[in-house]
């Protein structure tokens, strides 16, 4: 495992990066410090987090080469979806801006056997400065998975996420589907809140802070015209979604339970129309080779 500490004007203005940038998470110095027990303890933890890392790693084999090729995660917070490549063979560089959740992350590829740490290079740095971070590195693969919604202007960040990826590589985006807003308030049987959420572009996510969603089109238009191919879009969570918010969600302990919803959530993922109510989506994307 190595750990890369990097200072830029990004890293060292957070406070300013913040307010200008992030739609009123919490913190001056760590935006995600307040927050990443919470979402590397607990939410990764639910039947909906371990679904969603299961599906989403299965969604991203279909599109990878063979490790072990280099493999950036931007926003990859606590490891949670970039380890379990990592464990697979591909050499991993989780990018974070937080130090708590880059200490989650150490915490956790710390449990992992020692050829699997020695795959895994940590990065202190904003995505949106992930080019001069990695010092111009290309990559087979760039994820992106739950970031964008944080954003007010998401564009630079998707600038870098295409910049970073080599030629033919994959570009992997997971934001909320703002085509299916409506659908956790009225599992909440929140009416009103529903009812006013069909044309809305954010709301209160399940960590207490302000989202914002996207449409496929609208992000398959951006990267596009970035030299990146859309290639594919899944739904993400859906079953396991409505019955969290409806009150009969799954017992975590269940594994033969977990595992069942898992293989469904992964087969809704491609079809339609189950996919399109996904409350996220992700898209996968291919650079051009010229």
């Excluded at 607990?42 to 084999?61: F, I, P």
């Excluded at 760039?142 to 630079?156: A, D, I, N, Q, T």
């Excluded at 015209?225 to 975590?252: H, K, N, Q, T």
Aim: aromatic share 6%; with cysteine; hydrophobic share 40%.
């Amino acid at each position: 495992m190595q750990i890369l500490w990097k200072d830029s004007p990004l890293t060292s203005c957070r406070s300013s990066r913040t307010s200008r940038h992030y739609l009123g998470v919490v913190g001056d110095d760590d935006t995600w410090a307040g927050l990443a027990d919470q979402f590397a303890d607990e939410a990764y933890a639910s039947v909906k987090g371990r679904v969603r890392t299961y599906v989403l790693h299965q969604q991203l084999l279909e599109h990878l080469p063979a490790p072990p090729a280099p493999v950036l995660d931007v926003g990859g917070g606590a490891g949670h979806q970039s380890f379990p490549l990592a464990q697979a063979g591909y050499d991993v560089t989780l990018l974070d801006p937080s130090s708590a959740m880059l200490d989650k992350a150490r915490q956790r590829l710390q449990r992992l056997p020692g050829e699997v740490q020695r795959r895994v290079t940590l990065v202190e740095a904003d995505g949106e400065n992930a080019d001069e971070a990695v010092n111009g590195q290309r990559f087979a693969a760039v994820l992106c998975h739950g970031v964008l919604g944080y954003l007010e202007h998401p564009e630079p960040l998707v600038d870098q996420l295409c910049r970073c990826a080599a030629a033919g590589g994959v570009v992997s985006i997971m934001t909320g589907n703002a085509n299916a807003m409506a659908v956790r308030p009225a599992l909440e049987q929140r009416w009103d809140d529903a009812l006013a959420s069909f044309d809305a572009r954010g709301e209160i996510g399940v960590l207490g802070v302000p989202t914002r969603a996207h449409t496929v089109e609208e992000l398959s238009e951006v990267v596009q015209s970035r030299g990146v191919e859309p290639v594919r879009w899944y739904g993400v969570w859906m079953f396991v979604d409505w019955l969290d918010f409806s009150g009969a969600g799954l017992d975590p302990s269940d594994s033969q339970q977990v595992e069942a919803a898992a293989a469904v959530e992964l087969e809704a993922s491609r079809r339609d129309p189950y996919r399109q109510l996904s409350r996220v989506f992700h898209l996968v994307g291919r650079k051009s080779l010229s």
